[in-house]
């Protein structure tokens, strides 16, 4: 299995711990072109299965896309909305288009059906990952903040929300009941918040609490 994705997981953490890491936050997107599957992030970990709806329901940041090579999650646009579409959990798609390494986060050029896929995607792989328990501190910033470097971004789909380490490195809320508050900026627009929880590949929290300063 490539591990590309889940050692992404594992050390973004470190490097908000307090490790020594570069800052991550002029670095501009890479060219990306991968098939793989469209999955539902509010179940997708079985270590973190949300047991009850998450309300309201996300629409693009519900979904994210399960290659060979890790978990991406896509930037919240009109854009990226169209280009999705109403595409369901389990469709084989092909994607062009940007990636932000630091965010593992996806701006779409082109997506387009497909009938093939890898054979070195671990679907299972990934759904196991016990995910690793971490703090991490950052702002909480919708797109309208967010550094997306050169990414197009626009908040016409509602100011939602991820979580911006001090190096840049972004994170993203899975869809529970400890997570939508955040995600929708509740109390947090733009404020500097400690979050608690477990990290999983693609840099995707399962938070299990948050404190402001």
Do not use: W
């Not at 591990?3 to 908000?16: C, F, R, S």
């Not at 501009?28 to 999955?39: L, R």
Request: charged share 20%; net charge negative.
């Amino acid at each position: 299995m490539n591990t590309k994705g889940i050692l992404l997981g594992l050390i973004l953490p470190l490097a908000a711990a307090g490790a020594a890491t570069k800052d991550t936050r002029n670095a501009v997107s890479t060219d990306f072109a991968e098939s793989g599957v469209i999955v539902d992030m509010e179940t997708f970990f079985h270590a973190a299965s949300n047991s009850g709806n998450a309300d309201p329901k996300q629409g693009i940041a519900g979904r994210a896309l399960a290659t060979s090579s890790g978990l991406y999650s896509f930037l919240e646009t009109p854009e990226n909305d169209e280009k999705l579409g109403d595409l369901a959990p389990g469709s084989v798609v092909h994607v062009t288009g940007k990636l932000l390494e630091r965010g593992a986060l996806l701006h779409i050029a082109e997506l387009k059906r497909s009938s093939t896929i890898s054979l070195d995607l671990d679907l299972a792989g990934l759904r196991t990952d016990p995910g690793l328990q971490i703090t991490l501190a950052g702002t909480n910033k919708c797109q309208c903040g967010l550094d997306v470097a050169d990414l197009p971004h626009s908040c016409k789909l509602g100011h939602l929300h991820h979580l911006e380490a001090k190096d840049g490195s972004l994170y993203h809320y899975l869809p529970d009941p400890q997570g939508m508050p955040l995600f929708l900026g509740q109390d947090t627009h733009f404020k500097d918040v400690t979050v608690e929880g477990r990290l999983f590949p693609g840099n995707y929290i399962k938070v299990e609490t948050a404190k402001l300063p």
